[in-house]
Structure formats: structure tokens, C-alpha cells
């Protein structure tokens, strides 16, 4: 038998008279068994609908706890920011790629430990890693534990979610240790997961409205801009893909494939799926790839077939659609002497050497450790990673006056994609048509004074 409780619930606290508007805060005052509680809250309206729940919980004799000082009632676990957000993801994980079902269960795992009553003690050691394991993995059977009674225990109801409480969550999740934010992608994937999932409560009338929307803190604006001014040239790619070439390790492999990046504009992920029987590589002049696809490696807890890697459609497209891309006559000598040196394994013109599909791990390492020694630190191009290649494919095409279409078509977005993201090649465009127009301004005049 529980034994017998006093809750008092006191009159609506109200901010002096002077206080300056941004920074009233209108008090809700109770006691449980002779310990005070108290939530703050920007709206009267608020908080007189907070105070009014208590006094009705009171009314009806519902026992309060003892830790969080709410009453019970408000507390089952289907209703808490844990259980609900585990129920979301696993109705979206079956529609969703690996990578998507990755990054959501990471924001997830990061921020549902703050999210937690006032008064919960502190967070288990080891429940970030839990939460991956086991808590955001659908499917996964959760055994009785110190994590799961925690997060059942203490996890915030949804009705008690206030932009008070997100706004410090999202800050904390979009900091990085040493105290800078994260990158503005991460940024925004992170607040916009964290939305989703209170849109869908939301929906599903297990809130009224999703205090999401009453956020001050906004995610920092993403800049799609490349910075051309860094990019590798031409030369720069040629020397790369040499000097991995001729390694006499494993590593060598990975030549030719940082060549079809950096000379035809594909993905990183698009030229890991790459088939020799998609491939036509004449004696002579241009080549053709006919891509069908991308392999992505989002880690085997996250992909439906419980492998690390996972064989998808091309991006912004349908599972059946193919794109052709055409392949310099130089690229298309570098990869007839890559399937010369590494015969094809399972059809695909990439494989690491065990013969599986390549990985970000795999071309990483080596182009980690090899561009380290061809560009060490303190050179303009130290900072460069695999994916700048594929930009300097772009800006060449730009450069070279290819129609803007067939330049989006060949990488596989759109041309209003790609007027954003090389915004700073279209600068230097600019310039050079100012000059030119400022030479035939010349020429004709002098014609004109001529005659």
C-alpha cells in the first residue's frame, strides 16, 4: 500500500510589473509531501493550462512521484519522448536507405539522454551506445537493464517537451567538444530529425502542438558553395592517380578509381558499383559507363540484408534509372590497364583485395596516407578529401564551356543544384566575359576611329 500524500498546487506566479517582455515568466507552483516544485513558463496561457492539469490530477486523487514531482498519470511510458521516438523510427525504418536510418538513429541516441524529467540522476555510462545497440535498432529485443529502467523511468512525457527544455538538447547534440558547432549539415539533419518525430506525435494527437515550432534557436544556414579557389586541377588529379598507380602495394588499385572521379565527375559510391559490362572502352577516343546504381556502406546493424554494404538506385532517382556519363580517352586508357592488372571480381570493375566492393575505408586509408605525402601539411591542398575530385570534374566541365544541362546531367543533380553549388566558378566566368566584352568595346572603337 502507497502511503498517503499531500499535494498542494498554489496560485499562478506572475512576473513584476517592469520586467522587460522578453523576460517575463509566469510560475507554477506546487508541493509534494512537503517538497516544492516549480516550472517557469514564457505564456500565461501556458502556464494556467500546466497549473489546471495539476489541479484536476490533484482533484482526482492521482498519486504524484516522488522524483519528477508529476503526477503519474502523466507518465506512461507510451507517451514519453523514448518510447515515442523508438515507435517513429521503427515505422520509417522499412521505406528508408541505410544511410537514412543510420543518421537517425545516431540523433536519436544523442539527444534522448537529455531529454529526461527534472531531478533524474545521471545519465548510465554506457546508454549512448545502448540506444545503437539495441534501444533505436528496430527489431532488436530490449532486455530488462540499467539503461532500459532508466529511459522507462525517467524519459520526459511528450506533454511535458517545451521549447525550454529542446532548445538546450539541440544546442548540446549540435556542439562539438571543443566547443565549436557541428557543420551546418549535421546541424540541420539533426534539429530536422528531432522535428519529424514531434510532427508525427503531432498526427497521432499524443500532442497538441509541436513545440518545435516555438524554437528560438535556429540550425546554422548550410553553404553549398564549393571553394573553387581550392579545388586540385588537372594536374593535380594526374598526379595523384600516378603516384597511387605505381605503388607496388594493394593501395594501387585505388588509381584508377580516384581518375573516374576526378576526370568523369562521378560519386565516390557510384564508381564502387561500376560493372565491366557497362563499360565500353574503345582503342581509341571517348568511352562510356552506363551506371546503374550506387554502393553505399552504412555498417551492417543498418541495412535490410545485415551486411555492411548495401546496393542502391542512383541518387534523386528510381531504383530502375540509368545514366550515361562519357569517359575522357585518357580515362579510358587508365582503366583498360586497371582491368589488365586486376581482373574484374563478381563483374565489378572495383574491388578491394579481398574482392568485395569498395568501401570509403578502403580508397580512404590510401589516399589519406599518399596525398599526405604528396601535399603535406601547410600545402594549399593538404585539406583535400576524395569527394574534391569530383568537383574538379564539375568545374572543368563548366570551365570548358559544356551546356549546363549535360554538365548536371553527367553528374547526376540539377542545373539549379549545380549553380549553387559552383557558384564561384560562374564568378570567374563572369570576369572573363567582362574582359572579353571590354575587348571588343576596344576593337570596334578603334575600327570606328580608323574609318
Avoid: C
Wanted: glycine residues 8%.
Amino acid at each position: 500500500m502507497n502511503a498517503p500524500q499531500r499535494v498542494q498546487v498554489f496560485g499562478l506566479g506572475e512576473p513584476p510589473a517592469d520586467t522587460p517582455k522578453d523576460q517575463r515568466r509566469y510560475r507554477v507552483r506546487w508541493r509534494v509531501d512537503g517538497q516544492d516544485r516549480m516550472r517557469r513558463f514564457k505564456l500565461k496561457a501556458e502556464a494556467e493550462r500546466y497549473r489546471s492539469m495539476l489541479l484536476v490530477a490533484q482533484g482526482e486523487g492521482v498519486r504524484f512521484d516522488g522524483v519528477s514531482g508529476l503526477p503519474e498519470t502523466w507518465q506512461k511510458s507510451t507517451d514519453t519522448w523514448w518510447s515515442w521516438s523508438r515507435e517513429w523510427l521503427g515505422l520509417k525504418w522499412g521505406s528508408w536507405a541505410g544511410h537514412s536510418r543510420r543518421s537517425s538513429a545516431e540523433t536519436l541516441a544523442l539527444i534522448t539522454p537529455y531529454l529526461v524529467r527534472p531531478g533524474a540522476p545521471t545519465v548510465p555510462p554506457e546508454l549512448r551506445s545502448w540506444l545503437l545497440s539495441y534501444g533505436y535498432l528496430p527489431g532488436a529485443e530490449l532486455r530488462d537493464g540499467v539503461e532500459r529502467s532508466w529511459l522507462d523511468r525517467f524519459s520526459l512525457p511528450l506533454v511535458e517537451l517545451r521549447p525550454g527544455n529542446l532548445e538546450p538538447a539541440l544546442v548540446a547534440v549540435t556542439t562539438r567538444l571543443d566547443g565549436q558547432t557541428t557543420a551546418a549539415t549535421v546541424s540541420r539533419r539533426r534539429r530536422n530529425t528531432v522535428k519529424s518525430v514531434l510532427t508525427a506525435a503531432v498526427r497521432r494527437d499524443l500532442i497538441k502542438v509541436n513545440p518545435m515550432d516555438r524554437l528560438e534557436w535556429k540550425a546554422p544556414k548550410r553553404s553549398e558553395e564549393i571553394d573553387v579557389s581550392v579545388l586540385p586541377s588537372l594536374v593535380d588529379v594526374d598526379q595523384v592517380v600516378r603516384h597511387v598507380s605505381n605503388l607496388t602495394t594493394p593501395g594501387a588499385r585505388y588509381g584508377a578509381f580516384f581518375a573516374v572521379m576526378g576526370m568523369a565527375g562521378l560519386r565516390p559510391s557510384e564508381v564502387a558499383a561500376m560493372r565491366v559490362a557497362d563499360l565500353d572502352l574503345p582503342d581509341e577516343g571517348w568511352g562510356l559507363v552506363m551506371l546503374r546504381g550506387a554502393i553505399a556502406t552504412p555498417g551492417a546493424r543498418y541495412t535490410a540484408s545485415a551486411e555492411a554494404r548495401e546496393h542502391k538506385g542512383l541518387k534523386h532517382r528510381s531504383s530502375s534509372s540509368v545514366r550515361a556519363v562519357p569517359l575522357p580517352p585518357d580515362l579510358v586508357t587508365i582503366l583498360r590497364a586497371h582491368l589488365e592488372r586486376w581482373p574484374a571480381q563478381s563483374g565489378l570493375v572495383f574491388t578491394n583485395r579481398r574482392g568485395d566492393p569498395v568501401a570509403p575505408g578502403n580508397y580512404g586509408r590510401v589516399w589519406t596516407r599518399e596525398t599526405g605525402r604528396l601535399w603535406p601539411k601547410g600545402h594549399p591542398l593538404a585539406d583535400t578529401e576524395p569527394y574534391d575530385l569530383r568537383h574538379t570534374a564539375a568545374t572543368l566541365m563548366i570551365r570548358a564551356g559544356v551546356p549546363l544541362p549535360e554538365v548536371a546531367r553527367r553528374l547526376g543533380h540539377s542545373v539549379e543544384i549545380l549553380l549553387r553549388v559552383y557558384a564561384g566558378v560562374f564568378e570567374d566566368e563572369r570576369n572573363r566575359s567582362n574582359e572579353a566584352i571590354e575587348r571588343e568595346f576596344d576593337r570596334q572603337r578603334s575600327s570606328r576611329r580608323v574609318h
